[in-house]
T-cell receptor, first 116, second 110 residues
Framework: NAGVMQNPRHLVRRRGQEARLRCSPMKGHSHVYWYRQLPEEGLKFMVYLQKENIIDESGMPKERFSAEFPKEGPSILRIQQVVRGDSAAYFC??????????????FGPGTRLTVT | QQPVQSPQAVILREGEDAVINCSSSKALYSVHWYRQKHGEAPVFLMILLKGGEQKGHEKISASFNEKKQQSSLYLTASQLSYSGTYFCGTEKPNDYKLSFGAGTTVTVRA
């Protein structure tokens, strides 16, 4: 499967626990974006990463949220001390380039986080 | 600032046409269109770069008027498989992240 891969697909956490979401971009893609989608709403940009670099994290809450895209391995979105308001679908997208026609962003299947 | 999509929802019978509009108050570099079915990931349909180009994907086409900062998605001779929520994502010059509209829910009935 050459598409964007995310795991887990569903994640249940109790308030105060940590959630760790993983994303492997499409083959040949080095740009990764994380978006959050609340029920019945559109997608909201969170963070944009290239290998080993956070390029733009303007959409990510400054507390409890962090993201990384190491040289080896998937990109990880980490949410510490989760609260009920963190319940949402988190989508990862990847592109070949950051601008222009190659900024076609392809989405993974998403991780649906439920905080109880 | 996110783009504004209209209409919010549209119901069609198979074979009918529809137009979905996406407007931005900011200068745009490109517009991306996606379709998302309930519980699934958004599926990329097409990207339009500034220059007023048009593109097509099966019987779905789109245009981009950069002067008006507007894009329109045209669903022609709709099929049942066209049902879903359509999102436009806009990209500003020298930017890369997409700002998405609230979506237009399309329901195609037999």
């Amino acid at each position: 499967n050459a598409g964007v891969m995310q795991n887990p697909r569903h994640l249940v956490r109790r308030r105060g626990q940590e959630a760790r979401l993983r994303c492997s971009p499409m083959k040949g893609h080095s740009h990764v974006y994380w978006y959050r989608q609340l029920p019945e709403e559109g997608l909201k940009f969170m963070v944009y990463l290239q290998k080993e670099n956070i390029i733009d994290e303007s959409g990510m809450p400054k507390e409890r949220f962090s993201a990384e895209f190491p040289k080896e391995g998937p990109s990880i979105l980490r949410i510490q001390q989760v609260v009920r308001g963190d319940s949402a679908a988190y989508f990862c997208a990847s592109s070949q380039s950051g601008t222009g026609v190659r900024n076609e962003q392809y989405f993974g299947p998403g991780t649906r986080l439920t905080v109880t | 600032q996110q783009p504004v999509q209209s209409p919010q929802a549209v119901i069609l019978r198979e074979g009918e046409d529809a137009v979905i509009n996406c407007s931005s108050s900011k200068a745009l570099y490109s517009v991306h269109w996606y379709r998302q079915k309930h519980g699934e990931a958004p599926v990329f349909l097409m990207i339009l770069l500034k220059g007023g180009e048009q593109k097509g994907h099966e019987k779905i086409s789109a245009s981009f008027n950069e002067k008006k900062q507007q894009s329109s998605l045209y669903l022609t001779a709709s099929q049942l498989s066209y049902s879903g929520t359509y999102f436009c994502g806009t990209e500003k010059p020298n930017d890369y992240k997409l700002s998405f509209g609230a979506g237009t829910t399309v329901t195609v009935r037999a």
